[in-house]
């Protein structure tokens, strides 16, 4: 065999060598890097800024329900209704936060039947109920008769003994958030409709 040949057959084995292992890099690759079905799924219904982590801004109102122990049933409740997004958008928004106890008040069965996602309409309606769309501290909320929810219903206010009480739920605590404030209430605030 010349020179010549011999140089060129080298080449071309070198050539090959190259290009298997180029094709054997991208289909590993593609291996690795290509989510399954329900990974895919799981990255769609997880989108958007309820999901995005930031440790410097101060918290929203969802990321003060999900840090509380007491608002366990709430969170789920949210998460069910896929409303996350709603619950961290800029605001302001007054949130009545009804602790797991208010919850667990509610007639047996309830909330598990609210939780099915047949039912998922009418659990983001009463999670609205909860929800006024501008920032009220407890004291400015004693001025109000009624404060108009996202649901589109108005709920009572009262002051009784110098305690606020909102649809007939009790405020016994509140939270200032980065887009509004939460205030923990001692019952569900059933809407009318």
């Known amino acids: 065999m010349n020179t010549n ?11 090959l060598l190259c290009f298997a292992t180029i094709s ?11 989510p399954s079905k329900s990974q895919q799924q799981e990255a769609q219904q997880r989108q ?21 122990k007491d608002h366990t049933t709430l969170v789920a409740a949210v998460q069910a209704a896929q409303l996350e997004n709603s619950l961290v958008n800029a605001g302001p928004l007054t949130v009545f936060a009804p602790t797991n106890e ?12 609210l939780l099915k996602p047949e039912n998922i309409d009418q659990l983001a309606y009463i999670l ?23 649901s589109n219903e108005n709920i009572p206010v009262e002051v009784k003994n110098g ?8 405020i016994i605590g509140s939270v200032p958030a980065g887009n509004g404030i939460v205030h923990v209430v001692d019952k569900v605030i059933l809407p009318s409709k």
């Open 5 to 15: 040949m011999y140089k060129k057959s080298i080449r071309y084995s070198l050539f």
């Open 24 to 34: 054997c890099k991208n289909e590993a690759v593609d291996k690795v890097s290509s």
């Open 48 to 68: 958007g800024q309820a999901f995005i982590k930031d440790d410097e801004a101060k918290p929203s109102v969802l990321h003060i329900a999900i840090g509380s």
């Open 102 to 113: 208010a919850f667990n008040a509610l007639p047996e069965g309830t909330v598990d039947n």
């Open 128 to 150: 609205k109920h909860h929800v006024t769309p501008a920032t009220y501290d407890k004291e400015f909320i004693k001025k109000f008769k009624k404060l108009g929810q996202a």
């Open 163 to 170: 305690e606020v009480y909102v649809g007939g739920a009790k």
